[in-house]
């Protein structure tokens, strides 16, 4: 990804995790729009339009998912998932490619957990 690219997407995401503080704050859960809007920001510089197909199908089953199980959204504290996104876009930032996939699997594992648990 080039370094303009890079930063139109750094802001972007930080808007985007702005916006998870706010929802947070407002209704302590983050608005599925908003995350899928940040996990679609995140990997469409990678370029791969098959893999940004199945990631989206992945987060519509999830929050469809989600709607239906009440409790799912509520097994993960808010602000934590805030910070989770927050951290994945610092690594991003800081050009720390162990760090950022440490942080996205700690946020898919959480993900994964209550999934399980439902």
Partial sequence: MESASLQEDLAELDGLVETMDTEVRESGEIASRTDR???????????NDLLSEVLDAFWSAF????????????AADGEELARMHAAIVEAVRAGNPEAAETAVHRHFDD????????
């Fill in 111 to 118: 993900i994964r957990s209550r999934l399980s648990q439902h």
């Fill in 37 to 47: 809007a940040f996990h679609r920001t995140l990997h469409r510089s990678l370029g």
């Fill in 63 to 74: 929050h469809r998912v989600r709607a239906q199980a009440k409790g799912l959204g509520a």
